[in-house]
């Protein structure tokens, strides 16, 4: 019930927006919307209720109406909400108002529906169904390159929703049945789980991305309008974290696992190689986004991995990189707007006329790099402890990055904010006070206290055939 | 003629009864020309509730005309699509300065054709639905005299329609030397080299009507020649008709022990070659309406990869097939509330400023033609693809999904042209035909949503 | 409950800085900031009265952390961290009030004082962590607030990459030490340090824990951030060389001694006489007096890794604390110096201070006398315990040895430079004595560094540990002999002002580290960029980003290929429907 709920309230808030005579408060209906949906989600861990839904809907093809909300699926669309509220929050003076937010809201259902989806069916509507309204704002609302970018962003993700398609297809001639719970139930046979596995993981790898399938993601973020980068960056990408968890691992363990000596040695390299690019930016959203490209690798590797220490790593560090990265993609907003560029080699030595916009900068910088304390740090060590117990190797060629990352975090802030002052700019007003704190308050929240978020995630995460560790 | 023949041919009747009704009292009576398409409208809806009501029964005229579940679900979708083209054509004949009565005439003397052709039982049946499908289609492709090249691509219809006939009408003598019968039913007998050419040429025929790459040569320019409401129904009536009758020879060649192997390769074969052709065809158009064209021909490579699937298929086919008349009969309608014909994709700047319902609709659309949820297209798609891997054609799935990835590039392009800021081409006023694309979106999505009702209507889709 | 507010005083003081501070005086700051500290310190003191009455251990539950064995916020202080916690909250707290007229006009004050704080409840982490992984979390804030106050004149581009440098070379230590974790993680499954010490100890954990407090002790080869932290503001170095931060390679050895393998610890006793003398040496050359002091501490940080590498952790602790003392005195008394000549670093620009700013001078002295080991300073007697110590070592008592007297002859020709010589520029000449409130700290410094030895030595303040040795009178008289020899030498040498005593070029080499920094910024950091540089112009350029240009340009041009077929001709399209119908037909009847 509250599942289903979970996906009709953005529905209904992307309807309020269209509407013309609530034009003025579309901003703030989209806000308010995902901000619910992030308190109704969290609600569910905290009190028993009844979330599930089961209606019939395409039986002759296997797919079924089935939703429901567990602990994992309740913090994604938690932080969904959050960033989500915050880029609505953020969307100040965007023209075609009434139509930005509708597809705001639609974007919010979207993701909350993939979060919520039990049925491989469903959950492939929900998949796809991201990807028009993101086409759509990136396309309308962006900067100077977004034609080619979000056609570069929507067929390359389409294309690995594709070979997911005719996995889904192949499930539902094979098995008769799209329930992931049933099929969950009942797992075929080790040998014959690499091939679907592959097949699903294809569009993840893509979503996430997994290097070297990024090839869409320096141009999206660049090109995307600064909310929807954040929006895309801070939970669309763990759209693809949750699907490799609840799908990849829930219904092909054996084929997850058979891959995974491959998948793993991608993200390990992945998590270096963005960082390592990270280093060489001078655009301080393709910075953010081989920075994200890096965490994101890291989050891939640790679900790879499987082990429940490396998936409750995951999922912090799932929760602490959207933070961050919203956090981020602000303030390089905010920079930008002082600057006239998002170009660091345009600013330097702002910190001595706006030190709250650098002290905010900086916090967020130290939470990307990982620092005790910060949501970053939780993330990151448990994924990369879980990650060495099966793969040593590849835990110890990622954890070099806390070296790269304080090599390019640093460096922003070295460049942007230190030096002499090259440029200057009034300091943070309130309104952007407001946006940034709460999310680096949660991140130091949820730093100080990730059992927030891993008390949610119990040893049902790891399948049972990888042995629980 | 007993009362099941009548049974039998009944929508049939309408149609062509429709047809003859509109001519005599487009003689006798002057009216609005609008009056004309909208009687013919009623008549193709008459049509499809006749053989909604009467249903299935007793086949006509020792089994010539069928009148199985297939053949009514097909005589209520041609009947519906038939309707929708007219209702289109209510508020395009002033403009276009046609005569409106000729059109809706030809319009439904071509949909009986279509239908018989559906509900064929022997070969020579088909071979008269054939041509009475496609003689009133050539008139229609020439009739927009403003139009550049209409004559020219009429002509050039007729030419190599005539071709195809011509094949065709040879594979029925050829099956008829090999088996000494007509009968559909009596291809599972053809398995004599003779007989096998025949059904070759059979095959070739109907690829021609449903325009299979490389049989699709004349479609584009014939759809971009013909009024728009016409190239809405030919895109959809003909398909639909050439189908039905692809899945009932293809039912007979493939009963057990005949030639079932080789019809279901040769159509995976045409499936693959025109999924891959028409989608990069269609990449590069700046002609709304030729894009449009190379779509439908894309899409009749995927319901020819169900076909290949064989008969189990049938449901997924029919599917698709009502799916795919909402959606071309909606996109085409599209063009219709324009004021060119032939629009570029230039012309539709600014559409979403000016009528935005109208854009939101064809967004619907264009996903529902690229096959992204949560429209019916997608379903449609989903059905068609898992029809074939049972059949064990995972590879035409892999290529087909690969294919829709290609279509997206050229159906976003249009929607993003509608979103992009300028002057395009002035759009008419709210009109029926605006109404009609609305329905048709609508529709889409609603099937999309709650697809069960047709799901199950489609499960009596049997031969 | 004392224990949690001994750590969460500081915590709380960083905070409510952090947020208020923007709305308060800079003087009411750096109270509050000194207050926490006190009173941090204040509670310490009061531990330290329930342990002299006899308690164990003391532990402190704060709460679960991350999902794993041990890693709970649990503190937890024993008879060997007491006294650490003592020094380190007691000196910070001296450093603190000595900040608040050092930096009477920076308009960086509240981050200065946070990060001040914020930086001892870090070192307290690191002292009182009952588990490996918030002992962790204490060593990664350590870095980061060493960078946030190295880079604290941030617009001043030296200072920010100095502050960057640090935490980089500190990350190297700690991504080591970080695997190290792994290590043990992975095979015990549980991080909390009193079930890890009852485990064999692991080579690989060993090692990596080593490196890792190399980089944060500055020992070889990991010790090029040091030096250049000199960039942060004076106090800063007193802080991070005296109490929270250069040390915590040390405590870590001394903490986890029963999980490192025996292995690892002679070598970090090897590494650390190694550093020790390396360091002395380059003192020796440094023209900037802060810089000498600089290379003293990782010097006499080496020396405390021999004491605990070879198991003397009385020695070690001992030489911990009486540095403390006379380290912060130094550097106060070096900041003292700056405050008075205009920040004039070079010392072969100062001279004659002791005229002119007596109590500095003096404070300076006794800090001297400990570095120098001169009896009765503090120095000299943790410094004999572990030359003691070294005793069945003999390469490495040589090297001790050899250390202490180039310790005590730069010490010498530090104070002859910096105060004795005469006078060599403007500033000295106008120099002026520090206002009291800097003074205070700097002097009751100067005395802990004067006495502290001896009270340890009679036994007045128990350090917790056992194993203090009797040192040989021959060995105490030799250490005692080489130190006042050095000394003296550098007195003597340089009391009239600087002179060259080795050709410039040796000297040069030999102030610049020996060009260890060369050989990294040549060996590593060039390196570094190359590879970034090459992935971002090739692999992502050429590889990732062309490939699905090509796959796009492939469709596309596929496309332009099958429209050229659309020719319009009837006569084409006409050929191409018979050629499929017969290739159909062939297929149909040839099969």
Redesign the interface.
Known sequence: MIASALVALPLVAAALCAAPLLSRWSRTIAAVASLAVAVVAFATVVVPLATDARISWAAVLGASYIVDVDGVSAIFITLGGVVFAVGAAASAHVPHRRAYFALWCLLVAAVDGVFVARDLGLFFVFWEAMLVPLAILMWQWGGADRRGATI?FL??TMAGSALLLVGVVSVAVARGTLDIDALAARPVPASAQLLPALLFLAAFAVKLPLF?F???LPRAYVAAPIPVALALSGIVAKTAVYAIIRIGLGLFPEGVAQAAPALVALAAVGTL?GA??A??QDDLRRLIAFSSLSHLNLIGLAVFAATL?SL?GAVVASVSHGLVVAALFLLAAMLARRTSSFALSRAG?L??SA?VLT?FS?LAV?AAIG???TSG??GE??S??GT??RY?AA??TA??V??VA??YG??LV?RA?????LATGPDLGWRERALVAPLLALVLVVG????IV??HVGQEIVPASLGAR | MTVYDLGAIAPLLVLAGGACVVLLADLVFRADERVWAGLGAAFAVAAAVTALVLGPGDDGFGSEIRRDGASVFFAIVIGASTAAALLLAIGYVAPARLPAAEVTALTLFSASGGLLLASAGDLLVAFIGLELLSIPLYALTGLLHGARHADESS??YF??GA??SA?FAYGIALIYASTDSIAIGSLASATS??G??G???L??GL??KAALV??H??A??AYVSAPTPATAFMAVVAKVGAFAALLRIGGAVTAPGV?GL?WRA?LAVLAAITL??AN??????SSLKRLLAYSSIAHAGYICVAVAAGVVASGAIAFYLVVYAALTVGAFGVITLLSNDDPTLDDLHGLARRRPLVVIALGVLLLGLAGLPPTAGFLAKVYVFEAAIGARLAWLVILAVLMSV?SAAYYLRVLFACLAEGEGEPARGPSIGGGVVVLAALAIIVVGIVPGPLLDAVQSVRF | MTLALVVALPLAGAIVIALFGGRLSRSLIGLIATGALALAFGAALAIAQAFAAGKGTLVAEL??????RGADLTLRIDPLTLPLVVMVTGISALICLYSIDYLGHDTGAQ?YFAALDLFVFAMLLIVAASNL?LL???W??VG?CS??LI?HY????VA??A??KA??VN??G??AF??G???I??SFHTVALDELTTRPPLLAASALLLVGALAKSAQLPLHVWLPDAMEGPTPVSALIHAATMVTAGVVLLLRLAPLLHGDVLSDAAVIGAATALFAAIVALAQTDHKRVLAWSTISQIGLMFVGAGIGAAFAALFHLLSHAFFKAALFLGSGSVMHATDDELDMRRLGGLARRTPLTTLAFACGALGLAAIPPAAGFFSKEQIAAAALAHPALLVVVLATSAVTALYAGRLFALVFIAPAASEQARGAHESPPLMLAPLLVLAAGALVFGLLVSAGAVPLGVAGATEAPLALSVTSAALAVAGAALGLALFWRGPRSIVPLSLADVARRGFLIDDLYAAALVAP?RS???L??TG??AL???R??DAV?WI??R??????RA?G?Y?R???A??????VV??A???L?
């Open positions: 570069r067929l390359y070297p990024h090839a869409w190689y390592l690019l280093t060489r220490t409750r030595g910190a001595s030190p002290a900086t130290i620092v005790p304390g740090f939780a060590f448990l990369l402890a060495y117990e040593p835990a110890i954890t070099l806390v070296i304080a090599v640093l460096g070295r904010f230190h030096g002499p002052p100080a206290a990730p059992w891993t008390d | 002509l050039k030419l190599l071709a195809a094949v080299p003779i096998l050419a059904i070759a040429f095959l070739a690829a021609f490389p049989f040569f004349w584009p320019d030639a080789d040769s891959v052709l990069l065809a269609a990449l590069g158009q290609v | 709460g679960p952390w991350l999902p794993i981050r992984l962790f979390a204490g990664e804030l980061l960078y946030l880079a941030r617009e001043r581009p920010a990459s502050g960057v935490f980089l990350r190297v700690d991504a970080l695997v974790i792994f290590v993680f992975a570094f590879l970034a540089r992935l971002d692999s992502e590889v990732v980003q490939s699905v796009a469709v596309g596929g496309g332009v290929i099958v429209r659309q319009g009837v084409v399209y006409e191409m429907l018979l050629a499929a119908a159909l037909l297929y149909w009847s099969r």
